[in-house]
Every structure is written in structure tokens, then in C-alpha cells.
Nanobody, 124 residues
Framework: QVQVVESGGGSVQAGGSLRLSCTASGRIFIRYDMGWFRQAPGKEREFVAA????????NYADSVKGRFTITRDSAKNILTLQMNSLKPEDTAVYYC?????????????????WGQGTQVTVSS
């Protein structure tokens, strides 16, 4: 059974940092591109960042460029999102996703596998 599990969410003041982690079944992690999305109350799920299966390529939403960093450690089966200089507008449930069809990294409905999400709350 395929499992994708996020961890590391929490509450932080504006300007602070959090690190999210995602683990997935070994087969998924090694073979597939992966991404992070987020969804705030009353809003659609939006793309945050993605990384290729090899880790050689990354892509970020304009809203997080220069503040967030996505990395992966295939040996440990861990995907990480380091979030710095957090803002109240970063408050959302963050989701880890794997295997975007056709390499369409920024489209949520193209991903085949999803985690359950982890809450990130940034207070002003």
C-alpha cells in the first residue's frame, strides 16, 4: 500500500522558521518527482515547491522563492521543506504529493499520491 506521511508542522511567529518532512514508500520516493502544496481555509490548494526524482531540478511558487527550500534524501527516503522568514499568509495545511502526471509539477490534480497534511500557523 502506498503511503505518504508529512510531519513537522506547528505554530510560529512571523519571521520564524519551520521544517516540514515527508516520508513515502520506497518505490515512490526513488522513482517519482515530488511536491509540496498548501491550502488555506476557503482557498484552493496551491503549489508551493517541487523537486525532480534525482533532486537536480526544483521549482518554487513566486510567493515562496528565496524563503523556502525543497530538498530530498533518497538514502533516507525523506523530502524536506525548509521554510524561513515565515509570514502570516503562509498559514495553511501543507501537503506532500508524489508522481505528477506528465511532469506537470504545479497542478495539484495531476499528482497521484498525497499525504494527510500538516498544519502550519504563522502569527503576526
Amino acid at each position: 500500500q502506498v503511503q505518504v506521511v508529512e510531519s513537522g508542522g506547528g505554530s510560529v511567529q512571523a519571521g520564524g522558521s519551520l521544517r516540514l518532512s515527508c516520508t513515502a514508500s520506497g518505490r515512490i520516493f526513488i522513482r517519482y518527482d515530488m511536491g509540496w502544496f498548501r491550502q488555506a481555509p476557503g482557498k484552493e490548494r496551491e503549489f508551493v515547491a517541487a523537486i525532480s526524482w534525482s533532486g537536480a531540478m526544483t521549482n518554487y511558487a513566486d510567493s515562496v522563492k528565496g524563503r523556502f527550500t525543497i530538498t530530498r534524501d533518497s538514502a533516507k527516503n525523506i523530502l524536506t521543506l525548509q521554510m524561513n522568514s515565515l509570514k502570516p499568509e503562509d498559514t495553511a495545511v501543507y501537503y506532500c504529493a508524489a508522481d505528477p502526471r506528465g511532469g506537470r509539477w504545479t497542478q495539484a490534480n495531476e499528482y497521484n499520491y498525497w499525504g494527510q497534511g500538516t498544519q502550519v500557523t504563522v502569527s503576526s
